[in-house]
């Protein structure tokens, strides 16, 4: 059965991308795509309307699923739509605060709801090796390193949060230290978070551990956002035929 899928941010890198990765997808169909000041713009055919009219395209065109790639205030505001409608809700937005992922649980108990804060699939399995390889190595300094392009707003990176997580989750250390400057020695039990902007580089992630005379260096980069837009094509394809519910990547890519 073909999904029909609602895009927001539909002018955006990543919603251009994802109304590119649906076309690409046999299995579904984008039934509207919205933005905030559409001007009469198409995306691969697909006619962009205003992101004011969401609750009324929602009940026009039914959409299974609705995938979003804003900002944190509209996730938030395009979740709770959804939740009201009986929509699911897949999203890649990062730079939540707490009181934003509590607004998205809270949808999560009346609609599906994925949050992911990274859509390629090779950053599941770095999250997978970052926990291994921090287990193997107790008391080995961790730093990491994440590059994206100019215009990203949040730092550190929705998934350099996701990775710290991790890393905390499987180690012993005493907290994060988000750059460096002066006399600022490395303490024990640190984990060093740099955050570089630059260019149009698409998103970097290293994990550096080091110690015992040695260094192990665990790398993912993503070589163009069409990754990410297919694996949230994915998410909301599993995610139709899901019960209300708080949902990650990890729950697609293990089926
Ligand atoms: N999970 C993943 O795999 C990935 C996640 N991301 C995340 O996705 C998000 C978007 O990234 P990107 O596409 O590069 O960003 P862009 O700035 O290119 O696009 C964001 C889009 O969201 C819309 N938007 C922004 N704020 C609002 C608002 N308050 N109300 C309605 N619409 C809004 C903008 O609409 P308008 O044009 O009308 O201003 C724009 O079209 C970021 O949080 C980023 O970190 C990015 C890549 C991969
Ligand atoms: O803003 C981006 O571009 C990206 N954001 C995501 C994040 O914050 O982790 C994922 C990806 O690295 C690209």
Redesign the pocket.
Known sequence: MTVRVGV????????REVIAATADHADCEVVFAV???PEGETVDDVDIEP?DDFDALVVEHEPAVVID???P??AVDYAEACADAGVAFVT????FDDGQREALESASEEVAVLH?????RGVQALLNAVGEAVRNLPGYDVELVETHHN????AP??TANRLLSEIEANGDFNGRTHGREGEDPREEGEIGVHALRAGNVT?EHEIVLAGNHEEVRLTHRAED?GV?AA??VDAAVWIAGQKAGDYDFADVISE
Not at 92 to 95: D, Y
Not at 116 to 120: K, L, Q, S, V
Not at 151 to 154: C, F, G, L, N, Q
């Open positions: 927001t941010g539909a002018t955006g890198r990543m919603g933005t905030r000041e992101a790639f804003t900002g205030d509209s890649g937005t990062t730079g992911a804060p990274n859509f390629a215009a990203k707003r949040d990176s929705g998103g956002r990410f694996g949230a």
